[in-house]
Every structure is written in C-alpha cells, then in structure tokens.
C-alpha cells in the first residue's frame, strides 16, 4: 500500500477558539483537590483555605486583536488589563493582582512601552490591582501582551456558568453593541485617513461608542452593587463575545434553555443611531459584536424586587428547561434559535 505522504489536517478556524480549547485540554483532569474549577469558566477556582483563588489569563496579539493605527498603546495597556480583571468580576470576585508579560519587537522604542505601561498603571490604580510580576522578550514581528490577574472571592460565593436553572431571570448590565459600534467608526475613519491624511474626522458624536471600544471598564462596581442589593447570582459569565454567544455559554453549562426578548436588550441611542448610519440591526450587533464587557448573569425569580427599576441592570429574559432550547423573542414574537455569532479569533485572523 503506498503511504499516504499528506495525513489529514484539521483547520483551527474549523474546531473554533472554544472547539480547540476543548480539544486540547479534554485529557487533563485535575489531580488536586484544591483545584475546584480548571478550563471552561471565565477563571479558574482554586481553593485557598475557606477562600478561592480566581485565575484569568488572556493574550492579546497585534493584527488580531488590536491595530495599532487606532488603538493608542496607552489604551491597549489599559484594555489588557480590563478585559482579565473583567473575567474575575464574571466569577463573582475580587481581582487583587495582575502579571504582564509582553513579547515586543525592535520596531517598538522604550517610549512606546512607557505608553502601555502608562495605559497599565492607570488600570492598577483605577481598579486598585498590584502588577506583581511577567515576562518581557522579543519577537520577530509584531506586539504581543499576556495578562494574568489573579483575585479571590468567599469559597460559597463564586459563581459559575453552570448554575443556572429553569425559571431564573436573565440579567445583563449597562449596555450593549457600543464597542462593536466603536470599532465600525475607527476602522472608517481609517480607511478615510489613508484616502486623504489632511481629513479631521469629527468623531465627537461617536465619543460613547469609541470609548467603549478603546477604554472598556470591568464591572467591579456590579459585583458589589448585587452584594449590596443581596442578590446572589446563580450563574454568570462577562460578554467578551457577545449576549448570543454567552448565553449559549450559560445555557450549554447549566443545562437550560432560555428565552430572551429582542426589545428588552438594552442599547444606548449612540449605538441605535451608529446602526442607523452604517446599516446595520442593532439587535444583531448586540447579539454578535463583541468587547461590551459587561456581566449578563442569572437570578432567582425571588430577587426580582430587588433589582427591579435599578438603572444599571435589564431583565433581558428568563432560563427554560434545556430541551427548549436557547431562543430570541422578536419584537413581532416570533422565536428564532440563537447562533453563537460572536468573536472569533480564528476567523477573523
Ligand atoms: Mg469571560
């Protein structure tokens, strides 16, 4: 038999960020019993006495993730530490310390990396997180940054994805689409710029949106408005990807359906008019853009009263049995299946 020279090879952008992650981590099975949480949360749970230590990690690679044409390095600085201690937030914790570990090549000066630097500090201070360690190297080409943050929560507290049930409200809060929206701006007034360098785009009316796409926040302030209020999530996950692809998220984790409203998801009337301008449905950008960084979690029926007419936060819908399945209710009622449309590396890269 003659030997087959080109053994088949499966495409990453084929098994997706999720698929591959699954695939390569399926054989490993923790060892300790301190490991409460591995793969498949926002972050890993690892128990530390009556605490749990929270884990997060996140790359960021130049030319997928971020363009430096419009993303000032003080904000990618900032972002790349948001985005790890937005994951701590998802888990129902406290995000105390991060790392950073950086692979740069020559084409960066010193300058450049006191900007990213900059851009990190603020995070630090801001969110009253120590920088406690990293790498720094080079590459050949390009920027590439690693975010670690480490927080913690009360062992009993932490939230997972996998803890809502049938009947449990959904809850999402701030806004959605703006980053997504923010993105669609700067990647215009790029293509403008390299047209005609004189043009000055008057981007003031996109402020919101670019804002949410440049200099996200991490809602730390929601974990402790529900600890205020007494509300204790029964599941949560932070929208890194977009709602349709982090309800799947929830729902594949808890084993439960779910139905959410079309017009209760909430948008700002900056992303509203953005949509507008570029042709595009906002229930679909909030649905599939991602980057919003906001926190969408379950809870109990029973908790309802205490969130209710709270500004920060929308009932966007409630969790069904799984068998149900995992739907959008149009404004016109009809009911669509939703699709994981989000944010996909791989795909975009
Ligand atoms: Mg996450």
């Given at each position: 038999?003659?030997?087959?020279k ?57 030319g ?6 419009y ?7 900032y ?73 913690h ?61 440049l ?40 084993k ?5 409203y ?65 739907h959008l ?13 989000g ?7």
């Amino acid at each position: 038999m003659l030997e087959d020279k080109e053994p088949e090879r499966t495409s990453l952008e084929k098994l997706g960020e999720f698929g591959l992650i699954d695939h390569l981590t399926r054989t490993f099975s923790p060892k300790q019993p301190s490991t409460l949480r591995a793969v498949g949360d926002d972050a890993a749970v690892v128990k530390f006495g009556d605490r749990a230590l929270l884990v997060s990690t996140d790359q960021l690679v130049e030319g997928i993730h971020f363009d430096l044409s419009y993303m000032p390095l003080k904000h990618l600085g900032y972002k790349s530490v948001v985005v790890n201690l937005s994951d701590i937030c998802a888990m129902n914790g406290v995000p105390t310390q991060i790392t950073v570990s950086i692979a740069v090549s020559n084409r960066f000066p010193l300058e450049a990396l006191e900007e990213l630097y900059t851009g990190i500090k603020l995070a630090c201070d801001i969110y009253q997180v120590d920088l406690v360690g990293g790498d720094t190297t080079s590459s050949d080409r390009g920027l590439y940054l690693s975010v670690t943050a480490i927080g913690h929560a009360a062992e009993e507290e932490v939230t997972y994805r996998s803890g809502a049930r049938p009947n449990d409200l959904l809850v999402v809060s701030g806004d959605l689409g703006g980053a997504f929206m923010g993105l669609k701006v700067l990647q215009r007034e790029k293509e403008v710029f390299k047209v005609n360098p004189n043009n000055q785009p008057d981007l003031e009316p996109y402020s919101y949106i670019i804002e949410r796409q440049l200099k996200p926040e991490a809602r730390k302030d929601i974990v402790s408005l529900l600890k205020e209020l007494g509300v204790r999530p029964t599941s949560m996950i932070d929208i890194s990807d977009g709602l349709s692809s982090e309800i799947l998220h929830l729902c594949d984790k808890s084993k439960v359906g779910c139905n959410v409203y079309e017009e209760k998801i909430p948008l700002d009337p900056t992303v509203i008019s953005a949509c507008e301008e570029f042709v595009l449905d906002s229930t679909m950008i909030a649905l599939s853009g991602g980057e919003d960084y906001e926190l969408l979690f379950t809870i109990d029926q029973d908790d309802y009263p205490k969130i209710k007419g709270n500004p920060n936060l929308t009932v966007v819908g409630h969790m069904t049995e799984a068998d149900r399945g995992a739907h959008l209710i149009t404004r016109n009622e009809e009911s669509i299946p939703l699709k994981a449309q989000g944010w996909n590396s791989f795909g975009q890269g």
